[in-house]
């Protein structure tokens, strides 16, 4: 199954949205951005809270121009590429250029199981533990979703290469341990860059996990980090 779409240069990117609000999750929690979602993914998380731009993706065809146009017509000099996985659109590097050399400050979201040489300020790189797999219920995707969704290699790369924040998805104490036991692997890592979040797309679900969690997190030297947007907005698509 081909994971990098070979776009030629100036080809359309799928987009799913295109909207502003404030980021709530990582360390720029609460700063004003213009995400722009890209459609499509590599992986199939069971727990993914944008199917409809990996399990069913859908969206519009832009060119980079028109990318640009949208994100300036929004501005507010923060700009957070999302997804889906943005990896998979082979001429990305045209889109980040173009925003950077706008002035905006780019984060990407990413699961770091493709690699590209890219232009940002944040790689926000959000590893799939064991858990996140889909049961075999999805036929092949389980099997390709393990097959795909580590890649330690890549993570070091763009550790190496950018400012970054590791953001994980815990739904319990099973995953905090294959947490710890994925940072020992993955080598040396900053601790305070280290965002534990709670799986869960309900405000109650995610503070009835931040109980257990919050002491976890303190006890290891990592970071808690709450979706505060389903705090301020709930489960809305485009907040
Ligand atoms: S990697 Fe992200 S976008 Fe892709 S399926 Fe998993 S949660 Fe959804």
Request: with cysteine; glycine share 8%.
């Amino acid at each position: 199954m081909e994971q990098v779409r070979s776009n030629r240069k100036g080809a359309k990117l799928r987009i799913s949205e295109i909207y502003s609000s404030l980021q709530g999750e990582g360390l720029l929690t609460g700063t004003p951005s213009v995400f722009v979602r890209a459609s499509g993914c590599n992986l199939r998380c069971w727990f993914c809270d944008t199917p409809f731009a990996s399990w069913h993706p859908e969206g519009t065809y832009y060119s980079v121009d028109e990318i640009l146009t949208q994100v300036a017509e929004r501005h507010t000099g923060h700009v957070v590429l999302t997804g889906g996985e943005p990896f998979i659109f082979a001429n990305l590097h045209e889109l980040c250029h173009g925003l950077r050399s706008a002035g905006e400050h780019l984060t990407i979201e990413t699961a770091a199981t493709i690699y590209q040489r890219l232009e940002c300020d944040l790689i926000s790189i959000s590893p799939k533990l064991s858990g996140s797999a889909p049961d075999a219920s999805h036929g092949s995707w389980q099997r390709t979703h393990n097959q795909r969704r580590q890649r330690l290699d890549i993570v070091r790369k763009l550790m190496s290469e950018h400012p970054y924040q590791l953001k994980f998805v815990v739904d319990n104490l099973g995953d905090a341990r294959e947490m710890l036991d994925y940072l020992q692997e993955l080598g040396p890592y900053d601790g305070q860059r280290v965002l534990v979040m709670p799986q869960g797309t309900q405000q109650a679900e995610l503070e009835r996990q931040a109980d257990w969690l919050v002491p976890w997190c303190e006890h290891y030297g990592l970071q808690f980090c709450p979706r505060a947007h389903i705090a301020w907005y709930g489960n809305l698509r485009g907040t």
